[in-house]
């Protein structure tokens, strides 16, 4: 598999071997803070977010006994982490911002993204082709694009650097193109390459149902790189006497990760309800409504409700969850409870309180304490 990323031959480091390159000896001293955690069964990559490895420190001589030991990548991974074992920490740095970003957009509906344990990360609940794993795979995969662009462009992967982005058409003649830009260029094709693999290495009956869902991973994988690709804009900064802004010089720089949630949390509660046709290919499911673009979300299976927990479904319910009894939407008790109820209770709370701005230049705050009512699902 040859993603025209170039292939670096990988070092032997002190105190293993000879010393064969400094920044690579760094990077294995990080791998072995890293892998501080035992070795667990996993079914995804996404486990590289929240299990770090524990492995003997001889596996670090070379590329190949580690990656075999990533049991949550497919052959197709594994064999990528051996071309490219500096970017396994920024994949699983990747997939944890998209974890945390689902977990952050989805704080008030019954299905909360949260992380069942070490081995599954989401549980069951992924099984399902709903609209739910349709904007898990999107975040995932947007934030591996995020992880490792950002990573070229501070220079922590040896092969990549600084974006090469051609000049933008509408940039005024007299401003500079060229600073150290986030390399989306590199980000969007080493995700696709990685992140795609394991669907890209299995073969199902066209019209199966597992084909169906093969089809809806790899689009919603690839909405989830276009957000990013979109979402990425000109940063400039100015220069000149005393800040005179006589000349500018600009870069390429994704977008803060929050406002790709955003954009995909958009594209989740629009998301199209799909269905394989005769010929083996995903179409909407009412025809009455434009197709999907590269950039919707797509689903082929309807969501549980959430309301109750499920071992067949992976739903872990919404019993002891906090809600909202003033809200009427998704945070409100009556939804969040699904009319189960809720019960009342005083807590007590730790906030920063009379905050003073001391010359110069911190902000010094008081700690205070207060009890307020919460409210919790039966």
């Known amino acids: 598999m040859n993603l025209g990323l170039g292939c670096v031959r990988r070092p032997i480091c002190w105190p293993f071997g000879s010393v064969l390159d400094s920044r690579h000896c760094v990077f294995a001293l990080t791998l072995l803070t890293l892998l501080m955690q035992v070795v667990v069964e996993a079914n995804s990559w996404w486990s590289l977010a929240m299990n770090p490895l524990l492995i003997p ?23 990528l982490c051996q071309l490219y074992q500096d970017h396994m920490q920024y994949i699983g740095e990747g997939a944890k911002t998209g974890i945390r970003e689902c977990q952050y957009q989805f704080r008030h509906r019954r299905w909360n993204c949260s992380t069942v344990d070490n081995s599954s990360v989401f549980g069951r609940v992924m099984q399902i082709g709903s609209r739910e794993t349709a904007f898990t795979y999107a975040i995932s995969a947007a934030g591996v694009v995020n992880a490792v662009s950002r990573a070229c462009r501070e220079g922590e992967l040896s092969s990549c650097g600084c974006s090469r982005a051609a000049r933008p058409k509408d940039l005024p003649r007299d401003w500079l193109w060229g600073g150290c830009g986030d390399n989306l260029n590199y980000g969007y094709r080493f995700s696709r390459e990685f992140v795609d693999a394991r669907e890209r290495e299995k073969s199902f009956p066209k019209g199966s149902h597992e084909n169906a869902r ?15 690709s979109d979402l990425a804009h000109v940063s400039c900064k100015c220069h000149g006497v005393s800040g005179s802004c006589s000349l500018k010089t600009c870069w390429l720089q994704l977008a803060d990760f929050r406002k790709v949630g955003d954009a995909l949390k958009e594209k989740y509660d629009s998301a199209v309800a799909m269905k394989l046709n005769s010929r083996g290919k995903l179409v909407q ?26 071992q067949s479904t992976g739903s872990l319910g919404t019993v002891g969850r906090l809600c909202n009894k003033t809200s009427e939407g998704m ?21 920063r309180c009379h905050c003073k701005f001391h010359w110069c230049c911190y902000v010094k705050c008081k700690r205070c304490t207060k009890i307020v009512d919460q409210f919790v699902c039966k």
């Open 285 to 310: 499911m009412h025809s009455r409504f434009n197709p999907p673009t590269n950039h919707d979300l797509v689903y082929i299976e309807q969501s549980p409700d959430y309301c109750l927990k499920n």
């Open 214 to 228: 093969l089809l809806m991973n790899l689009h919603n994988n690839e909405a989830g790189r276009r957000i990013v």
């Open 331 to 351: 945070d409100g008790c009556e939804l969040m409870c699904c009319g189960r109820g809720y019960d009342q209770y005083k807590a007590q709370i730790v906030e």
């Open 57 to 79: 420190e001889a596996y670090i001589i070379g590329a190949q006994p580690l990656c075999s030991q990533l049991v949550g990548l497919s052959q197709g991974q594994k064999k």
